[in-house]
């Protein structure tokens, strides 16, 4: 019988060992906890599969309506996520990632970007691409060149524009308003 989809707070269930034995969830300086190796990663490495069910964006946002944490990745076919589960979904967004991520004949494979150390934190860029427009998903990862937010840098500027389209709105609402 299939497993039920992990409650969206339960980090432990979404802990199975589901990779490399040498990629471990530890703490993380980024967010709380992330994936480390205890091996080094050679550039262009596919270090792990990102796994878990398989949703609809539909299903995913009714699920996590009222939780701004999730594990969503989203599929190049604009209809499905995945809601990862094992260590991968523990790779934290950094704007000066170690890794990227590719979808290759629909699954999602993390992919070393550069040498990684034994002992580093796994990290890839997010490049978030939809959300609410109040949504700043907040970057922290310290990197010099962070753009502080999980937002790619053409997702940001859409939104400053949509941003000041509400703005000049709520201006011409109140001055009609006013003019009343």
Not at 22 to 40: M, N, R, Y
Request: charged share 30%; proline share 4%; aromatic share 8%.
């Amino acid at each position: 019988m299939p497993q039920p989809t992990p409650r969206k707070f339960d980090r432990d269930a979404r802990r199975k060992q589901t990779g490399p034995a040498h990629l471990v969830i530890g703490d993380s300086k980024i967010d709380s906890e992330g994936c480390h190796t205890t091996a080094p990663i050679k550039k262009g490495t596919f270090v792990v599969e990102y796994t878990g069910p398989r949703l609809t964006i539909k299903q995913a946002d009714a699920f996590y309506d009222d939780h701004p944490r999730t594990y969503l990745f989203g599929l190049t076919d604009g209809k499905h996520v995945i809601d990862g589960e094992g260590v991968a979904a523990f790779i934290n967004h950094s704007c000066d990632a170690n890794c990227e991520a590719d979808e290759i004949k629909g699954r999602v494979w993390i992919i070393a970007a550069r040498d990684i150390q034994a002992g580093e934190e796994l990290t890839y860029d997010y490049n978030l691409y939809d959300g609410d427009l109040d949504d700043l998903s907040r970057c922290f990862c310290g990197a010099r060149n962070c753009r502080g937010s999980m937002y790619s840098e053409e997702e940001l500027v859409r939104r400053a524009k949509l941003l000041r389209r509400r703005s000049m709105k709520k201006k011409k609402t109140g001055q009609s308003k006013q003019s009343q």
